[in-house]
């Protein structure tokens, strides 16, 4: 059974931190590209980071810049995004999933994946 599970959301405090992790089981996430996106209520999805499966990057939408990092362990088989200095404007669903759509400063990528995390929702307010 295919599965990519999402967990580490919650409601945190401006300039706190939430760390996100999705695990994916029944395929393996080792040559997917890996994108994090969110989408707050009345806005369109958007990209906040992708690590490519060719060069290992991470790549940051300006929003995410500096504050957020992700990673990849191939080994374990899952995926984590680390959200530091969190703001009221980053409430959102999160979700992880195995395509990219991204712009960030060097230009926008995209790319296609089957996979998606359920979700998870980072409320930031004190």
């Known amino acids: 059974q295919v599965q990519f599970v999402e967990s580490g959301g919650g409601l945190v405090q401006p300039g706190g931190s939430l760390r996100l992790s999705c695990a994916a089981s029944?395929?393996?996430?080792?040559?997917?590209?890996i994108g994090w996106f969110r989408q707050a209520p009345g806005k369109e999805r958007e990209g906040v980071s992708c690590i490519r499966s060719s060069d290992g990057v991470p790549y940051y939408a300006a929003s995410a810049k500096g504050r957020f990092t992700a990673s990849r362990d191939n080994g374990k088989n899952m995926v984590t995004l680390q959200m530091n200095s969190l703001k009221p404007k980053d409430t959102a669903v999160y979700y992880c999933?195995?395509?990219?759509?991204?712009?960030?400063?060097?230009?926008?990528?995209?790319?296609?994946?089957?996979?998606w995390g359920q979700g998870t929702q980072v409320t930031v307010s004190s």
């Open positions: 029944g395929f393996t996430l080792d040559g997917y590209d």
């Open positions: 999933a195995t395509k990219c759509d991204i712009t960030y400063s060097s230009g926008r990528y995209v790319s296609s994946g089957d996979y």
